[in-house]
């Protein structure tokens, strides 16, 4: 993979820029995997949620075994919601967000089918549309994140850059948003310390959502040689989720 070194067992330097490039919806459809896969292999993307109710989520587990640079964390799904007439109106529920003990069941339940398919646990754990940010999902998260010892995304831990995002928040397309000269600027204003940036590379095959033609921009953006050229010459590592909690600051 492109601009990613071999010295992920050294420590921080002081001020030095560590960027995890995590892939979101690993799992959703195989042209999903595929944009995620080449933007591994090809670009920056260094780390994947792994949704769990999918089809494509076997074709996903058995890339991740064999190109174990890839993190791969756990995508909680709850929900996902899409704007009509400027309200936002479900597209599909799993449960209950009001019943907490349905939550947990479910929580649990993702888990454990991570483990089944991965044989190990998620080096992070997130969740789709940021579910697990809704206070009354939250703590419910927050603890299995603890007892799995891995970062919940938000939770202060590693910094979160949403910026790179194909839409505005009346769900218009904004592609200028995840050109790569976009992303460059974004690799180039990174602050020192651990920053987390967000993605949603892949290939519209057929999806029911309503992000799709922007997938294929990101993969584009994400594999273009002067965003893996701002890599180098700012001197940002590029690490997964597993090497940065791994990670610990220099003396």
Request: proline residues 5%.
């Amino acid at each position: 993979m492109s601009g990613k070194d071999d010295s992920s067992e050294r420590e921080v330097r002081p001020r030095e820029r560590l960027l995890v490039v995590n892939a979101d919806d690993l799992g959703l459809s195989a042209g999903v995997n595929r944009g995620i896969f080449e933007a591994h292999e090809r670009g920056i993307v260094t780390s994947a949620s792994l949704m769990m109710r999918w089809g494509a989520v076997r074709e996903a587990a058995a890339y991740a075994k064999a190109h174990p640079r890839l993190g791969v964390g756990l995508h909680l799904d709850f929900a996902e919601w899409y704007i009509r007439d400027d309200q936002w109106v479900p597209l599909y529920e799993v449960v209950n967000l009001d019943d907490p003990l349905s939550v947990r069941r479910e929580v649990e339940r993702q888990i454990d089918l991570f483990w089944h398919v991965m044989d190990r646990a998620p080096t992070h754990v997130d969740s789709h549309q940021h579910v697990h940010q809704d206070v009354r999902v939250r703590p419910i998260v927050e603890q299995a994140a603890r007892r799995l010892g891995v970062p919940l995304r938000h939770d202060g831990s590693i910094a979160y850059c949403g910026d790179f995002y194909g839409q505005d928040e009346h769900g218009q397309p904004y592609h200028e948003g995840i050109a790569a000269e976009a992303l460059e600027r974004v690799v180039r204003a990174l602050p020192p310390g651990v920053t987390e940036l967000a993605c949603h590379p892949g290939y519209d095959d057929g999806l029911e959502t309503m992000y799709r033609r922007e997938r294929e921009i990101e993969v584009a953006a994400l594999c273009d040689e002067r965003v893996r050229r701002a890599v180098a010459e700012c001197g940002v590592r590029l690490v997964n989720f597993g090497e940065a909690t791994a990670l610990r600051p220099s003396s």
